[in-house]
C-alpha cells in the first residue's frame, strides 16, 4: 500500500478525537445521574473529597471522573487551588435541564445505541427491522431530554409563527393533534402557551403515552391536553385545525400513508406543521458534523424503525426538502413550503 504518512496521521489524530469522545459519552451519563454536575455548578469550585461527600459517593472514583471532565474540556481545573469548577457555559449547557443547550440527554441516546448492536448485526445480515419499542428505555428518556430544549426554544417563538395566521388561530382556540408525540414535550409546550386550545398527543408506544399522561396531570393540563395509543395511520378525530409531527416523519414506515391520514383528519384550511432534522438534498452537502450525529443516529434507530414497519420507505434521518415534499405531495398536499430552520431542524407548512 502507497502510504501518505501527513493523511495517514491527520486520520489518526482524527481517531484519537473520536475514542476520546466515545469514551468519555459514558462518564457524561454517570455524572448526570449522580447529580455530580449539578452539585458541581450549585456549590461552586471543589475538592474531590468536598464533591464525593456532598453527592454520597465515592472520592477516589470522583477524582479520577473529574480529572476526565477536565482532559475533555466539560470542568474547569484550578491547579493552583487544586480544586475543579464549571464554567457559567459549561453548567449553563450541562446542568439546566429543558434549557436551550442541555447536553446530557444526547448521551442517554447514545447508550442505547451501544446497547442495540447485537440487534443491529443481526438487522444488518437479515434487512429486517428493529421497531421503535424494541430499543433500551435509554432512547425514550434521551430523547425527550435531548429534543425538549430546542422545542422549548423554538417552537412557539419562531416555528409557530412562521406558519401564517396559525398563532392567532391558537390563541382563539384550535384543535390539534401532535402525531408521534413520545413523551410529550412538544404537546406541552404547545399547550402551556395556548390555553384556549385543546390538544391530543398520538403514539403507538404505550409506555411513552403513559409516561406523556403523568407529564401532563403534573403540569395540571390534563383538562385540556390527552394522549392516547395510536399510529400516524390510524389517529382518531377530523377537523383539526393543526396536525404537528416532530421529528418523526423520517422514522414512519409509510410515510406517505401517513401524510394522507393527516390530510383526511384536517380541516379544509387546516395546517401541517412538520419538523425534520436539517438536512440538505444532496449526500456531499451533509458531510458535516452535524449530518455525521444524523446518519449515525439514523443508521441504528431510525432507518431499522422504518423497516419494521409496512412498506418501510426509510426516508433516515438526512431525507431533505425535495424527497420530503414527494412524500408530503404523495400523501394529497398541493402547499408545501420550508417555513423556517435552525441548525438543526428543517420547519415544512403543508397545506391541502
Not at 440538505?280 to 423497516?307: H, K, M, Q, W
Request: glycine share 10%; hydrophobic share 45%.
Amino acid at each position: 500500500m502507497d502510504i501518505d504518512t501527513a493523511k495517514l496521521d491527520d486520520f489518526m489524530g482524527r481517531f484519537v478525537q473520536d475514542l476520546g469522545a466515545v469514551m468519555h459519552a459514558a462518564t457524561i451519563v454517570v455524572g448526570d445521574r449522580l447529580g455530580l454536575y449539578k452539585a458541581l455548578a450549585r456549590e461552586g469550585a471543589q475538592t474531590p473529597t468536598e464533591l464525593a461527600t456532598r453527592t454520597e459517593t465515592d472520592p477516589r472514583y470522583v477524582r479520577e471522573w473529574l480529572c476526565a471532565q477536565a482532559a475533555s474540556g466539560y470542568v474547569q481545573y484550578d491547579a493552583a487551588a487544586e480544586r475543579f469548577y464549571l464554567s457559567p457555559e459549561q453548567a449553563f449547557a450541562l446542568t439546566v435541564e429543558g434549557g436551550p443547550a442541555f447536553i446530557p440527554g444526547a448521551f442517554d441516546i447514545a447508550v442505547a445505541q451501544f446497547k442495540a448492536i447485537p440487534k443491529m448485526m443481526s438487522a444488518f445480515r437479515t434487512g429486517l427491522g428493529l421497531g421503535w419499542h424494541e430499543h433500551d428505555e435509554a432512547l425514550f428518556h434521551g430523547t425527550e431530554r435531548f429534543f425538549r430544549p430546542g422545542y422549548a426554544a423554538n417552537l412557539v417563538s419562531s416555528w409557530i409563527p412562521s406558519l401564517p395566521g396559525l398563532e392567532a388561530r391558537l390563541r382563539a382556540g384550535a384543535r390539534v393533534a401532535d402525531v408521534g408525540c413520545g413523551h410529550g414535550a412538544s404537546t406541552l409546550i404547545m399547550a402551556e402557551a395556548f390555553p384556549a386550545s385543546r390538544f391530543t398527543g398520538f403514539d403507538y408506544h404505550e409506555p411513552s403515552v403513559q409516561r406523556a399522561r403523568e407529564a401532563a396531570r403534573r403540569a395540571r393540563l390534563h383538562e385540556r391536553v390527552s394522549f392516547e395509543i395510536a399510529g400516524a395511520k390510524a389517529y382518531p378525530g377530523h377537523d383539526y385545525d393543526l396536525v404537528a409531527m416532530f421529528d418523526c416523519l423520517h422514522d414512519m414506515g409509510d410515510p406517505v400513508g401517513a401524510a394522507a391520514h393527516v390530510r383526511a383528519s384536517l380541516k379544509n384550511d387546516g395546517c401541517w406543521m412538520i419538523v425534520e432534522p436539517y438536512a440538505n438534498d444532496a449526500l456531499e452537502a451533509n458531510l458535516n458534523p452535524v449530518g455525521r450525529v444524523f446518519y449515525s443516529a439514523s443508521t441504528f434507530i431510525c432507518t431499522p424503525a422504518s423497516r419494521a414497519q409496512e412498506v418501510g420507505l426509510c426516508l433516515g434521518a438526512q431525507a431533505g426538502e425535495a424527497r420530503l415534499r414527494e412524500v408530503v405531495t404523495g400523501g394529497g398536499f398541493t402547499r408545501f413550503r420550508r417555513a423556517t430552520q435552525t441548525p438543526f431542524n428543517l420547519i415544512f407548512e403543508a397545506r391541502p
